[in-house]
């Protein structure tokens, strides 16, 4: 699959269960990885499954923090604290996923 | 006393209507707990958890949710509705929730700490949803296939088990089995209130499933291995009574059909509820000895119920009619009914199961097996007779007169194959040839009958058309002995 082109827009959503550090941490990393790689191409919504308990299904979420991404399309799911940047990067088709063999 | 306070006074059971399966143990699972339900593919496991849920909704006014980690909703209601299982319905009554839960590893990217929150919050909105009472996991190893990280994924499966018992919800967790363990996981480490085990086994090109409760803390169980079908009503587990040794023991007698053989049993022929056995090699007429049996008692206004596993009911009528007895007057008039089937049909349970059915449907006083031995064929040793003691039991707790006829192969001794069910037969009459230079005689002795003085005689008897007829011993130094001959 090729990477994601410049031009597109991308569309995010961050699932959560209420404040906890590992959301905390979550949030503040895709933030510094979308400005710096998706400066002015993002949307990103949080949806904190603790007050829309309903909305897990739909996304098919089980792990939390999940990061889900609507568009480009196809879907990609990203689970963890996404402290990881090069495995978001790869998750987000940012970076080649042929790298990750050596990673 | 003490066995109450055993079972009832325990713990709680949440039953899962599941026929037989409540017997074992003792009521069902144990309510607001985990039960740990293990097997190999095709096992059953996703059909048991289904039926606890669906007993539970529709029977014990307990709602259930279903996390599914394997098939979808659609092909899961499908699967099932063969069965009877209606799960559009009840979850449209909001009896039942049925979430589908989809982990493609492929699909996930792992880019540092989580945990399994999101299972949790959509299983704690599923129960609350329709206030469920019953929780039915399948197959939650699933999981480990979607997820890399196995250290958090014990972490929260044992969290997860917390959770449920401590929400009091009663559940059923399935899992495949392992090679060295009951599930490849070990998720018996984390169960520890109840493991029940399946297995489907292939013997001879006859498969069998058979169900064991390893472990139930708290309360007692039987802990054998019982064969259990998955049939047009779902699963059922045999026994599908318990095994006990409570029968009632009649002293009411039962006319075996020939006044001379009455005359050998203590004068009076059988008793009722009791069980005999016919047994000899082929031809020797055990099939018509048996026939007077059901003419006598048809005669007498009883019900008979006959299972052929040689014959079809058309054929007996035909042969029985040429030695002089008329049953198909009786199948007109509704007391005699045959039930033919070919013994390798199906597996021993299955036959089972259906005489079962059949019996409890017509309610007979007279059931006749010809011959039971083909029956044991399809099933090893051990398998034939705990179920037959179990069948054995079954009808005699009803009070039902049991006849089997049992077929001796020429290479065996005449009181060989019938060794492992001799046991369970109150009467036993054995019929033989004798070959005297050119001719073949038949003679007739009973080898044993419980609670009657009978006869020692070997008897003489022909098939001509008017059915069997006994002749006197040659050896008249010795006429009756202990049974009492009827005075003329």
């Known amino acids: 699959m090729s990477p994601a082109t410049a031009s597109e827009q991308f569309d995010l959503r961050l699932y959560v269960a209420g404040q906890t550090p590992k959301a905390v941490r979550a949030f503040a990393n895709l933030r510094r990885i979308c400005d710096e790689h998706l400066a002015g191409r993002y949307t990103i919504e949080v949806i904190d499954l603790v007050e829309n308990p309903a909305l897990g299904r739909g996304d098919q979420i089980l792990a939390l923090p999940t990061l889900v991404r609507r568009l480009p399309t196809p879907i990609k799911k990203i689970i963890g604290d996404l402290s990881n940047t090069e495995r978001v990067l790869v998750g987000l088709d940012l970076r080649p996923r042929a790298r990750r063999a050596s990673a | ?488």
């Not at chain 2, 001879?204 to 009503?233: A, C, M, W």
């Open chain 2, 1 to 488: 006393m003490a066995k109450k306070l055993l079972d009832h006074n325990g713990i709680d059971k949440a039953p899962t209507g599941i026929p037989g399966l409540d017997d074992i143990t003792n009521g069902g699972l144990p309510a607001g707990r985990p039960t740990l339900v293990s097997g190999g593919p095709g096992s059953g496991k996703t059909l048991l958890g289904i039926s606890f849920l669906v007993e539970g909704a529709s029977r014990y006014g307990e709602p259930g949710v279903l996390f599914t980690f394997e098939e979808n909703a659609q092909e899961l209601a499908a699967d099932v509705r063969s069965l009877g299982y209606d799960l559009d319905k009840l979850c449209q009554e909001k009896k039942l929730l049925v979430d589908y839960v989809h982990v493609d590893r492929s699909e996930i990217e792992e880019t540092g700490e989580y945990d399994l929150e999101g299972l949790f919050v959509r299983l704690d909105h599923a129960v609350r949803q329709i206030g469920a009472r019953r929780v039915v996991l399948d197959t939650i190893e699933t999981l480990f296939g979607g997820l890399r990280d196995t250290g958090v994924l014990r972490a929260e499966l044992r969290r997860l088990f917390r959770w449920l018992r401590d929400r009091k919800l009663t559940a059923v967790v399935t899992a495949e089995r392992g090679e060295q363990q009951f599930t490849r996981q070990g998720l018996e480490e984390y169960i520890t209130d109840a493991v029940i085990a399946l297995d489907h086994r292939v013997h001879e090109q006859i498969s069998t499933r058979r169900i064991r409760v390893v472990k139930y803390r708290g309360s007692t169980h039987g802990t054998n291995e019982y064969p259990f079908l998955i049939g047009r009503d779902g699963i059922t587990v045999l026994p599908v009574t318990s095994l006990l040794l409570e029968h009632d023991a009649p002293n009411e007698r039962v006319s075996s059909g020939l006044a001379e053989l009455d005359d050998m049993l203590g004068g009076r022929g059988y008793y009722r509820a009791s069980t005999i056995l016919m047994s000899g090699t082929a031809g020797t007429g055990k099939t018509t000895l048996s026939a007077h049996f059901v003419d006598a008692a048809c005669a007498r206004g009883e019900k008979c119920m006959y299972f052929l596993f040689e014959e079809s009911p058309q054929q007996m009528i035909r042969n029985m009619k040429s030695a002089g007895i008329d049953l198909k007057r009786w199948v007109d008039k509704g007391l005699l009914t045959f039930h033919a089937d070919r013994p390798n049909r199906h597996g021993l349970e299955t036959h089972l199961l259906e005489m079962h059915h059949a019996v409890e449907l017509a309610d007979p006083d007279v059931v006749v097996v010809d011959p039971i031995t083909n029956l044991m064929a399809v099933g090893t040793q051990t398998d034939v007779r705990s179920m037959l003691t179990r069948v054995i039991d079954f009808l005699k707790t009803r009070g039902v007169t049991c006849l089997f006829t049992s077929l001796t192969t020429s290479s065996q001794t005449l009181e060989h194959t019938e060794a492992m069910i001799s046991s369970l037969m109150d009467t036993w009459v054995l019929v033989a040839f004798d070959t005297i230079k050119t001719q073949r005689s038949r003679h007739l002795y009973v080898l044993k009958s419980r609670g009657m003085p009978h006869s020692d005689e070997v008897r003489p008897f022909r098939i001509t058309s008017n059915g069997f007829t006994l002749l006197p011993t040659k050896d008249r130094k010795s006429p009756a002995t202990a049974g009492a001959r009827r005075k003329k």
